[in-house]
C-alpha cells in the first residue's frame, strides 16, 4: 500500500469555558474534533478523493438549492486546484462519491437515511448545521438546511487546505497528488450567533474602482458577479449576511438586475446599514428634493418609498433595518430635539412594521428586523425609545473599536434580543481610517466576548471597507461569531500562530505570527492613518514622542521589515502572493508612513535648530512617500497580473473629507539644499526618562491576584500601549461593593515624598453605564479610594477623539509615601477596565507620548 496525504480526524477533550468562565479552568467538556493532516498508511477507514488511478465524483441533486450546486462547484475546483484533477459533479448515484445535499431536498441522502445508513438525528430541526460523514461506500455531506450544507462544504475544502482566502487573498495550496479524508463524522453545530455578517463601505477608493474597472468593468460597478465573489468569502467564513455598499459613488445594490438574486442563490440574508431603512439606499435612491426625506412633513412620500422595497425584495431572505437618519448618515429632519424625535421614531417603526407584515409575513414577529441606535439615536433609546419586544437592538461601537452600550440585566430578556455593529475600517471624525487595519485581534476579542457574555448574540455586523486588508481581523471575528467558545482568555493569542500555520504552512508559521503580533501592537500604539496630533481644524502642532521614542519607534519598525521580507525571500513561490497581500505590504506600509511622518518631524525639528542632518531626514521622508506609491503600485499593478488594479489607496482624493482625515506631512527637498555655514552636527543624546522619583509598572506584572466569586483579573496578551494589559473576567456587568477582585504591586521608594499616581487604561466604553471607567486603589491596606475615569467624556467630544487616537486615558490620585517598600493593590468597582500601566511620579514627568519605561525592580531612586 502507498503512503498519502490525508486528512485525519482525532477526538480530543478540552476544558469547558464560555465567555462567563474565561478566567479560570474548568472541567472537563464533551470532546471537539480536532484535525490535522500527516503521512501515513491508507486504510478502509479513509476516503479517497483524489488517487492515481481514480477522482471521486460529486453528486448533488436537482432538486436542492442552487447554492448547493454553487458549493459543489466550488468543492470541485479546490480539488483541482490542490490535485489538478476535477471531480465531476453527477446527479445520479455513483460508487465512491461525495454525495452533497440538504435534508429534505436530495433523494439519495433520504434513501440513506431510509435504510439507516446515515444517521442525521445531530442536525436535524437546527440552523445552519452539518455532518460530514461515511455512508456505506460514499462520503455524504448534509446539511439541515441550504446554508448548513454550504458550510459542510467549504468546511471540507478547508480540511484539505484550501483557505477560505484562496481567492481574495490569493492564499494557493500547495500541489498534492492524491488526497484522502479520515471517514469519522465531522459535525458543524448550530452558529453562536445567529446573523453574521459584513458591512463594505467607505468603498470610493478601493472595492468600486476595482470592481468597475478591473473585475466588473461590463457593469462598471459593484455588480453581480463581485458580489458572487464576496458571497462566496461569506460562505467559506461561516457568515451569513451582508449589507451592501451605499456611498454614492456606487450604483444602489437593487438597481443592479441580478444583485439580489445572486444573493438569494448564494444563501445570503441581505440587509441595510444603520442609516437605510426598509433595504433602502438613500444616496442613490431617494431622487426628490434631500429636504423632503422627513416623515413629519412627507409621511406619505417616504412611506411609498419604503413600501416600493417591500412589495419587491420581500420574497427573497432579508433582514430589515428599522427606524430612520437623514440622507447620509445624518440626524433625522423634521424634529428639534429628543422630545420630539422619540415620537416620531416610534410612529416610523411601527409604519415600517405594517409594511412588513403586508409584504413578507402576515406575523411580523417571523420577519427578521433590527433596530441600530447609533448616534444620537443611543441617546433617544436611552431616554425611553419603545421598541418592539421581536425587534433585535444592534449597539454600535464608537466607530474605533470600542462597544458604546451593552444591555442590563432586564434588557437582556427581551425577544428580539440583541447585536452589536463592529468596525475594522471608518470614515469619519475625530480621524478616519481606511487604509492599513491595525485593530489587534486581542481588542476584538475583549470586545466580542464582553458583548456575547452580556446578551449580545443575536447579530454581529463588521464594517470592513473594501474587505482588502482587513483579511486577518475579518477571519477572527468571523470565528468567534460562529462559534463562540473556541477564543478564550488562555488561547486567544495563539490565534495568529494558528492564522499563520493554515496560510503559509507549520515552517515559517512562529516567525509569521510574531511579526504580525508586533505590527499590531506598533498599529495600536498610533494607527498609521492617525499620524497627526491635532484634531482638524486645529492648530498643526508635532507629535508627543520625544526624540529617542521616534527614534525608537523607527528602528522598531525597520526591523519588523527586515524579518517580514527575510520571510518573503524564502517561502513557497506559490505562496509569495499571499505573503505580499497579507503580511509584506501591510508591514512596509506601515514602516513607510511612520518614517514618512517622523522624518519629516525630525528634519524641520533640525533645521530649527541649525544641525546638519536635517537635510537627511527631509530626503528620508521623501523617499518613503515615493516607496509608499511604488509599494501600492505593485500591489495595485503586479499582484497576479493586475487582478487587484484600483484596490489599494493609501490616501483619500486629495482635498476629500478635509474635516475627518490626517494631513500627510508636505516636505519640500529645495527648503534643505542649502544650509548655511552655521549649521553643526546634532549631538548624541538620548532623553533618559526614568527620571529621578519615577516608579513605572506594566499592569501585567501584579505580585499578586485576588479571585473573588470567580471574577479574578487577567492578562489579556496582544492588548496595550507599551505591553499587555489587565481586566476581569468573566467580562459580566457586574459592580463590586466589599468584597472585588484585586491586584497587588510591590514596589520600592528610596525617599519620602508626595507622589501623584496616574492609572493608563485602554479608553474602552463603560460596561456598566453611568459612571466612567471605575476602580479602587489603596496603598498598604489603607481605605481603598475610588478614582472615575471619563465619566463625562461623551463620544464625538475632543476628550474621547484624544483617547482614542492615543489609545489611552488616565486616572490620577495622590500618596504620600514614605521611604521602604510598599504595596499598591488594585480593586475591581466596576467589570470593563482594562489597566495598561501604572506610574508613579514626585515631580515632573518628561515630555513622552509612551510613559516612562518599566522601572527596574519597580524601584524608583530619588
Known amino acids: 500500500m502507498k503512503n498519502e496525504i490525508f486528512v485525519g480526524a482525532m477526538a480530543c477533550p478540552r476544558p469547558s469555558r464560555n465567555f462567563a468562565q474565561r478566567g479560570r479552568p474548568q472541567g472537563i467538556a464533551p470532546t471537539i474534533v480536532l484535525f490535522f493532516v500527516f503521512l501515513s498508511t491508507i486504510s478502509a477507514q ?135 479524508i479520515s471517514a469519522k463524522n465531522i459535525f458543524g453545530k448550530e452558529p453562536s450567533v445567529k446573523y453574521r455578517g459584513i458591512f463594505l463601505n467607505d468603498e470610493d477608493w478601493g472595492l468600486n474602482p476595482w470592481a468597475a474597472k478591473t473585475f466588473e468593468p461590463e457593469i462598471g460597478n459593484i455588480g453581480p458577479k463581485t458580489y458572487a465573489k464576496i458571497f462566496e468569502l461569506l460562505l467559506r467564513l461561516k457568515a451569513n449576511t451582508c449589507w451592501s455598499a451605499m456611498h454614492e459613488v456606487t450604483k444602489p445594490f437593487n438597481f443592479i438586475g441580478g444583485n439580489a438574486q445572486t444573493a438569494d442563490h448564494y444563501a445570503i440574508i441581505m440587509g441595510s446599514s444603520h442609516a437605510e431603512p426598509m433595504l433602502r439606499n438613500n444616496v442613490g435612491e431617494w431622487k426628490d428634493d434631500k429636504e423632503k426625506y422627513n416623515f413629519v412633513s412627507n ?53 415600517q412594521r405594517n409594511l412588513l407584515t403586508k409584504y413578507v409575513n402576515s406575523d411580523i414577529e417571523k420577519v427578521p428586523q433590527i433596530f441600530c441606535p447609533y448616534k444620537e439615536v443611543l ?141 499590531y501592537r506598533l498599529g495600536f500604539q498610533r494607527k ?102 511604488s509599494e501600492t503600485d505593485y500591489f495595485n499593478n503586479k499582484i497576479q497580473d493586475g487582478k487587484w488594479r484600483f484596490i489599494m489607496s493609501p490616501e483619500m482624493g486629495e482635498g476629500q473629507w478635509k474635516s475627518m482625515r490626517s494631513t500627510p506631512p508636505n516636505i519640500s527637498l529645495a527648503d534643505f539644499e542649502t544650509l548655511s555655514p552655521n549649521y553643526t552636527k546634532a549631538p548624541n543624546k538620548q532623553i533618559n526618562i526614568q527620571n529621578k522619583g519615577i516608579i513605572s509598572i506594566e499592569a501585567e506584572h501584579f505580585t499578586k491576584q485576588n479571585e473573588v466569586n470567580g471574577f479574578s483579573w487577567q492578562v489579556i496578551k496582544g492588548l496595550g500601549k507599551t505591553g499587555d494589559s489587565v481586566t476581569v473576567f468573566p467580562q459580566k456587568a457586574k459592580t463590586f461593593s466589599n468584597d472585588a477582585p484585586s491586584l497587588e504591586y510591590k514596589f520600592n521608594v528610596s525617599d519620602s515624598d508626595d507622589f501623584e499616581a496616574n492609572f493608563y487604561l485602554i479608553p474602552t466604553q463603560p460596561l456598566v453605564p453611568g459612571n466612567g471607567l471605575r476602580f479602587a486603589v489603596s496603598i498598604d491596606n489603607e481605605e ?67 510613559g516612562p519605561p518599566e522601572t527596574k525592580s519597580f524601584e524608583a531612586k530619588k
Open 784 to 850: 481603598p479610594q475610588t478614582i472615575a475615569v471619563d465619566k463625562d467624556a461623551e463620544v464625538s467630544s475632543t476628550k474621547w477623539s484624544y483617547n482614542i487616537l492615543n489609545q489611552i486615558t488616565i486616572g490620577k490620585t495622590k500618596f504620600n509615601l514614605t521611604k521602604g517598600t510598599h504595596s499598591l493593590k488594585i480593586f475591581a468597582v466596576d467589570t470593563g477596565v482594562i489597566l495598561d500601566k501604572i506610574v508613579l511620579h514626585s515631580g515632573e514627568l518628561p515630555v513622552s507620548y509612551f
Open 299 to 351: 409621511e406619505k412620500g417616504v412611506t411609498e418609498y419604503w413600501e416600493e422595497r417591500a412589495k419587491s425584495n420581500g420574497k427573497f431572505e432579508n433582514i430589515y433595518t428599522l427606524g430612520m437618519r437623514g440622507i447620509h448618515d445624518s440626524p433625522i429632519q423634521g424634529t428639534k430635539n429628543q422630545a420630539e424625535r422619540i415620537p416620531v421614531l416610534e410612529k416610523i417603526i411601527q409604519t
Open 379 to 519: 441617546a433617544d433609546y436611552r431616554a425611553g425609545l419603545k421598541v418592539p419586544e421581536d425587534v433585535t437592538i444592534v449597539f454600535p461601537d464608537d466607530n474605533f473599536g470600542y462597544i458604546r452600550y451593552f444591555p442590563n440585566a432586564s434588557e437582556q430578556r427581551r425577544k428580539g434580543g440583541f447585536g452589536v455593529y463592529y468596525h475594522l475600517s471608518y470614515l469619519g471624525r475625530p480621524l478616519s481610517y481606511l487604509w492599513l487595519e491595525t485593530t489587534p485581534p486581542a481588542l476584538i476579542f475583549e470586545e466580542m466576548p464582553k458583548a456575547y457574555n452580556n446578551g449580545m448574540r443575536d447579530f454581529w455586523m463588521l464594517n470592513v471597507g473594501d474587505i482588502k486588508p482587513a483579511e486577518i481581523g475579518i477571519d477572527f471575528f468571523m470565528q468567534m461569531a460562529y462559534d463562540a467558545e473556541k477564543w478564550t482568555i488562555n488561547n486567544q493569542n495563539q490565534f495568529l500562530k494558528d492564522w499563520a500555520t493554515r496560510e503559509f504552512g507549520e515552517k515559517d508559521a512562529d516567525e509569521i505570527a510574531d511579526i504580525m503580533d508586533k505590527y
Open 528 to 629: 498609521p492613518e492617525h499620524l497627526q496630533w491635532y484634531l482638524p481644524k486645529e492648530t498643526p502642532r508635532k507629535s508627543d514622542l520625544n526624540e529617542t521614542e521616534i527614534l525608537q519607534r523607527l528602528k522598531d519598525y525597520t526591523n519588523l521589515r527586515k524579518r517580514a521580507e527575510a520571510v518573503y525571500a524564502k517561502i513557497s513561490p506559490v505562496k509569495k502572493d499571499a505573503f505580499y497581500e497579507l503580511v509584506l505590504y501591510p508591514v512596509r506600509s506601515a514602516q513607510l508612513t511612520n518614517e514618512r511622518f517622523f522624518a519629516a518631524e525630525l528634519a524641520t525639528y533640525y533645521k530649527e535648530h541649525f544641525w546638519v542632518e536635517a537635510a537627511s531626514w527631509a530626503n528620508r521622508s521623501v523617499v518613503a512617500n515615493n516607496e509608499i506609491n
Open 46 to 180: 479513509n476516503f479517497s478523493i483524489v488517487s492515481a488511478k481514480k477522482t471521486a465524483d460529486i453528486v448533488i441533486s436537482n432538486n436542492d438549492f442552487k447554492v448547493v450546486k454553487i458549493a459543489a462547484e466550488a468543492l470541485a475546483n479546490d480539488i483541482q486546484l490542490i490535485s489538478d484533477k476535477r471531480p465531476k459533479i453527477i446527479n445520479e448515484f455513483a460508487k465512491d462519491s461525495i454525495i452533497i445535499g440538504t435534508l429534505g431536498k436530495n433523494e439519495l441522502i433520504e434513501k440513506l437515511i431510509q435504510e439507516k445508513k446515515l444517521d442525521v438525528s445531530t442536525i436535524q430541526n437546527k440552523r445552519e448545521c452539518f455532518l460530514i460523514t461515511k455512508a456505506a461506500d460514499n462520503f455524504v455531506i448534509v446539511g439541515s438546511d441550504r446554508r448548513g450544507t454550504a458550510y459542510g462544504v467549504f468546511e471540507l475544502s478547508k480540511r484539505l487546505g484550501v483557505s477560505p482566502w484562496v481567492w481574495w487573498a490569493d492564499v494557493l495550496p500547495e500541489k498534492r497528488k492524491t488526497l484522502s
